[in-house]
């Protein structure tokens, strides 16, 4: 976004327009036709900082996201069938109204804008993610996975998921969301904002934003084949929480938009993670946690592969907001699961968020 942005967030984009767009359009594929909406271009640069301008990170990122759909294999097992349009391509200026004009015309099913932050500030960074105030429950679910895998690939500061009354988030007819990949000002953030490997990776990592938002086993397209990357957050249809386990977000840096918490106890309670497994074979299983002095330090994970069970205990009371290996094991194709409980020492808690197979 252009520079003249409040502190920690922006300015309203574009003139104020009465009637609101129903956000939402009822039955729709599978998968959709998605919009992909870079910000700014043309005469207007965006944000600006650190020899960079927002209009040619978020096009180029833009381009990468429509690349990796093209691609993704994720909905058929083999040639996928997303449709995508873009509100621009090339480096031309398309006004607020022309592009959410461009996505209901068309008939879009979801609508990804991407941007750079700005400000005057060098120390504001991190990453964020928008809904309109009055956005569906459906846009902020694409909203909160859109945010959780990008703070999934890049290590920088979790704003959050918001809400704002921008322009091409209140004249969308469809589930919308804005995201701001980081500060363009901030010397960290423009480090990854200026990489085209790790725009790249920004990028897949809004296609498995999308696929978790439409159910789909993640399933990213590479030169060896490709690998699958299944993620159950504690929000999604995957996840089972144990009797005891309450809702939290109290303590920053989960993955989605909240975490479950219990007390330890001489008692099982076990949260399950459930994961389609499409293949056999040998998995990478990680585990994201937000850390605390009064978490527990052996919080035992159990995992359920092919030949057997195995516990892993971890230290919860440090390496949070960051995905963490419980080991490589082999699992059959079918459900498969992972589980937490929390007995373990007592006077302590456990935190169930979000956990992650990688087929290796």
């Not at 979801?110 to 993610?129: C, L, Q, W, Y």
């Not at 939290?248 to 459930?274: E, H």
């Amino acid at each position: 976004m252009t520079s003249m942005k409040k502190p920690f967030g922006k300015v309203l984009l574009g003139a104020a327009i009465a009637a609101f767009a129903t956000m939402g359009t009822g039955a729709e594929a599978v998968t959709g036709k998605i919009c992909i909406d870079p910000g700014h271009g043309g005469s207007d640069p965006g944000a600006v900082g650190n020899g960079q301008q927002e209009k040619v990170n978020v096009l180029d990122t833009g381009n990468r996201l429509k690349t990796w759909l093209d691609s993704d294999t994720s909905d058929t097992g083999g040639g996928g069938s997303w449709t995508v349009i873009r509100t621009r391509s090339t480096d031309v200026f398309v006004s607020l109204t022309g592009r959410s004009s461009f996505a209901n015309s068309n008939g879009a099913n979801r609508f990804m804008s991407i941007h750079n932050n700005g400000f005057g500030v060098s120390s504001a960074n991190g990453i964020e993610t928008f809904s309109h105030t009055s956005g569906s429950s459906t846009s902020q679910d694409l909203r909160n996975k859109v945010q959780a895998e990008a703070i999934g690939v890049w290590p920088l500061t979790n704003r959050g998921n918001k809400t704002a009354n921008f322009s091409v988030l209140r004249n969308t007819n469809m589930p919308a969301e804005l995201h701001e990949m980081g500060f363009i000002t901030n010397s960290t953030d423009a480090s990854y904002l200026g990489s085209a490997t790790q725009r790249d990776l920004h990028a897949k990592s809004e296609m498995w934003a999308l696929q978790r938002h439409y159910g789909l086993a993640k399933y990213t397209p590479s030169s060896g084949g490709g690998s699958v990357v299944l993620t159950v957050d504690n929000t999604d249809g995957g996840f089972t929480p144990g009797s005891g386990w309450w809702v939290s977000t109290s303590t920053p840096g989960y993955f989605g938009s909240n975490y479950r918490v219990r007390g330890t106890a001489s008692v099982s309670d076990a949260s399950t993670w459930s994961f389609s497994v499409p293949s056999s074979g040998t998995y990478k299983v990680e585990a994201w946690w937000t850390a605390g002095g009064n978490r527990a330090a052996s919080a035992p994970y159990l995992v359920d592969h092919s030949g057997g069970t195995t516990v892993v205990n971890v230290n919860q009371q440090a390496n949070g907001s960051k995905w963490n290996s419980l080991g490589n094991f082999s699992f059959n194709s079918g459900t498969r699961t992972v589980r937490l409980s929390c007995w373990t020492t007592s006077g302590f808690f456990v935190i169930a968020d979000a956990v992650r197979l990688t087929k290796q």
